[in-house]
C-alpha cells in the first residue's frame, strides 16, 4: 500500500467577505480549498466565480496565480492518505467538476453556521463544508459533527495533518518555483 499526500490550503484573501466571515471566526484563516499537490497546480473549492462578484459563487478550480490569491496569507497542510484514498478524493472531485453548473455556494448554510444550527441544501456548499465533505466521503477523516460546522480552522486540527508552510501565498509559489527552476536545470545539465 503505497502512502500519498493530499493538501489543505487555507487562505485570508483580505475581501469584504472574508473581513465579514472573520467577524463571527476570530480566525486569520476563512476560506479553505483542498489540492492535489504541493505546487498547487489543481486547488478546488467552493467560492467566487468571479473575481469583480462575489455573489456569483459555487464550485471552483481556483487559480492561485491570480489577483485574489497572490495578496493572500495561507497556510498549507499536508496529510497522507492511501492511494484508494487519493483516487477515491479525485473522483469525488472530477464528479463535482463535471456538474459544476449543478452547484451553487450555500450562503444560507454560512449563516446557519454562525447560528451553529447546520443547514444543508441540495448542492450547495460553502468552502470548508466542501472540503469536509471530500475527506469525509473519500474516507480519509472523520468528523464528530456535521461537514456544514467545520470552519476552515477546524481543518487546521485534524490529526494526522502537518503544515507545510504558513505565510504570503505569493512567496510560497515563488519558492516552489525557484526549486522547481533548480531541479529542472540540474537535470538537463545532467
Avoid: W
Amino acid at each position: 500500500m503505497t502512502n500519498k499526500t493530499g493538501y489543505i490550503l487555507l487562505t485570508d484573501t483580505g475581501t469584504v467577505f472574508t473581513r465579514f466571515i472573520k467577524l463571527f471566526t476570530k480566525k486569520p484563516y476563512n476560506h479553505a480549498s483542498i489540492c492535489y499537490d504541493s505546487n498547487l497546480d489543481e486547488v478546488y473549492s467552493f467560492g467566487r466565480k468571479s473575481i469583480r462578484n462575489p455573489f456569483r459563487a459555487g464550485f471552483v478550480k481556483e487559480n492561485v496565480q491570480s489577483k485574489l490569491f497572490t495578496r493572500s496569507n495561507c497556510a498549507i497542510y499536508s496529510f497522507d492518505v492511501t492511494e484508494e484514498q487519493l483516487l477515491e478524493m479525485k473522483r469525488r472531485i472530477q464528479s463535482f467538476e463535471e456538474q459544476k453548473d449543478q452547484y451553487s455556494y450555500n450562503l444560507v448554510g454560512l449563516f446557519g453556521f454562525i447560528i451553529k444550527k447546520p443547514i444543508n441544501r441540495k448542492n450547495a456548499y460553502f468552502c470548508s463544508q466542501f472540503v469536509a465533505t471530500v475527506l469525509s466521503e473519500s474516507n480519509i477523516f472523520v468528523f464528530e459533527k456535521s461537514p456544514s460546522l467545520i470552519a476552515p480552522h477546524d481543518l487546521q486540527h485534524l490529526m494526522n495533518c502537518q503544515i507545510v508552510y504558513e505565510g504570503k501565498l505569493h512567496d510560497y509559489l515563488n519558492e516552489n518555483e525557484a526549486t522547481l527552476f533548480k531541479v529542472s536545470k540540474k537535470l538537463i545539465s545532467a
